[in-house]
């Protein structure tokens, strides 16, 4: 293996349990689940959610699926699931703590 795969190989890892973890944050609240079903919960989603996403832009919007494009998909899942957590769940934590 050289540099190229070693390096691509862990983007790799880090993108696929980084979009199963940060859609784990976007279905549930830090407190509802433990980290045992966090991880569980995390894999199975990280396998299933973007596998979706892939197959409905290639059948519909007859996108190529080649590396680039399942990183791109991987990237916009976890961005869009860290996104979500940190921003917009905090704002509605906030907005009820001052009702």
């Given at each position: 293996?050289?540099?190229?795969?070693?390096?691509?190989?862990?983007?790799?890892?880090?993108?696929?349990?980084?979009?199963?973890?940060?859609?784990?944050?976007?279905?549930?609240?830090?407190?509802?689940?433990?980290?045992?079903?966090?991880?569980?919960?995390?894999i199975a989603l990280s396998l299933t959610v973007p596998?979706?996403?892939?197959?409905?832009?290639?059948?519909?919007?007859?996108?190529?699926?080649?590396?680039?494009?399942?990183?791109?998909?991987?990237?916009?899942?976890?961005?869009?699931g860290f996104i979500y957590s940190e921003y917009f769940?905090?704002?509605k934590q906030a907005h009820a703590k001052g009702a």
């Amino acid at each position: 293996m050289d540099a190229i795969q070693i390096i691509q190989a862990i983007v790799g890892l880090v993108l696929f349990f980084g979009a199963g973890y940060s859609l784990t944050l976007f279905l549930f609240r830090k407190d509802e689940i433990d980290l045992v079903e966090r991880i569980t919960y995390s894999i199975a989603l990280s396998l299933t959610v973007p596998a979706i996403i892939i197959f409905a832009a290639n059948f519909l919007l007859k996108m190529k699926i080649d590396a680039l494009s399942v990183y791109i998909i991987y990237l916009l899942v976890t961005a869009s699931g860290f996104i979500y957590s940190e921003y917009f769940l905090k704002k509605k934590q906030a907005h009820a703590k001052g009702a």
